[in-house]
């Protein structure tokens, strides 16, 4: 077995992208094309990134414009074997800020190699909103009715998992983004969990009527509840917060940060919804 395959064996980080981009040479990362079904270049023929993609094996790739990067994570779920398994983007990769050339920064596997089997949950730092809990936050952006409707399921699916969500949305910051890296066996757990609940909410909600950029509503309501889910974990004591690890992220391109901040003050003082990424 070579080095690559036995990095493979122990970690893989599928980076979800829906174009052309650099990718970090490490082997523990999986570049993989989201939203492949359907995709057709110039010629008519299917787009081909050069990555693997998420419509084959067993996927829900056409449900990418809703449930955008969490395609990726069902598909690798479903599809790899390693023994830790985890989802980072294109654009934001778990690592350390580097002037000389960003990717230089991005987590490394001889990195995160001394903590597998230790940390069984790896997250990104805190996303913090300071001035508003996420329930709010969720309201002012989006359609609360979204995140209402999934308190619902959860209370006739999962009720023990109640308390945590009523405790998570109160809070003014989460682990954000769904970027993880979790073992293998909680991942199955986590997915079945957070699948099951959002297939349900398809159901009952679908995207009718919603901008292009509100009906991925699907992949926002994960970033929340994956916080509901560790805190169940944490509270009833099945993970040990010394088994869960943050770890820096870094933004592979600039962010504007005033254009980001002059959205989040709109949405929470003058109701505007967000009708685009930042």
């Given amino acids: 077995m070579n080095e690559n395959n036995s990095v493979k064996n122990r970690i ?27 995709k057709l270049d110039e010629n008519g023929e299917p787009l081909d990134l050069g990555f693997l993609k998420d419509n084959t094996g067993d996927n829900i790739s056409s449900r990418n414009p809703s449930f955008c990067e969490l395609t990726g994570l069902y598909w690798a779920w479903k599809n790899l074997e390693s023994d830790y398994i985890g989802l980072v983007h294109y654009r934001r990769h ?41 329930y709010d936050h969720y309201k002012h952006t989006h359609y609360i009715e979204q995140l209402d409707t999934t ?18 949305v109160k809070h003014t910051y989460g682990y954000m983004f769904n970027m993880m890296i979790m073992q293998r066996d909680l991942l199955d757990e986590y997915c079945s969990w957070v699948f099951d609940i959002l297939f349900e909410l398809e159901k ?20 929340i509840i994956f916080n509901v889910w560790l805190d169940k974990k944490l509270t009833e004591g099945t993970l040990k917060q010394s088994e869960v690890k943050e770890l820096p992220f870094i933004y592979m391109e600039k962010v504007n940060w005033l254009e980001k901040g002059t959205a989040f003050l709109k949405a929470k003082f003058l109701h505007k919804k967000y009708e685009n990424s930042f």
């Fill in 12 to 38: 893989s980080i599928i980076v979800a992208s829906h174009k052309a981009y650099r990718m970090p040479e490490d082997p523990m990362y999986v570049p993989l094309h989201v939203g492949a079904e359907g």
């Fill in 94 to 134: 778990f690592g350390h800020a580097d002037k000389s050339d960003v990717f230089n920064g991005v987590l490394g596997y001889k990195e995160i190699e001394p903590s597998l089997g230790t940390i069984k949950v790896f997250v990104p730092k805190k996303r913090k909103y300071y001035i508003e809990s996420l």
């Fill in 151 to 168: 308190r619902q399921i959860i209370s006739e699916k999962y009720p023990d998992f109640i308390p945590s969500f009523d405790k998570v």
């Fill in 204 to 223: 009952r909600m679908g995207t009718a009527e919603l901008s292009v950029f509100q009906s991925r509503f699907y992949g926002r309501i994960s970033e």
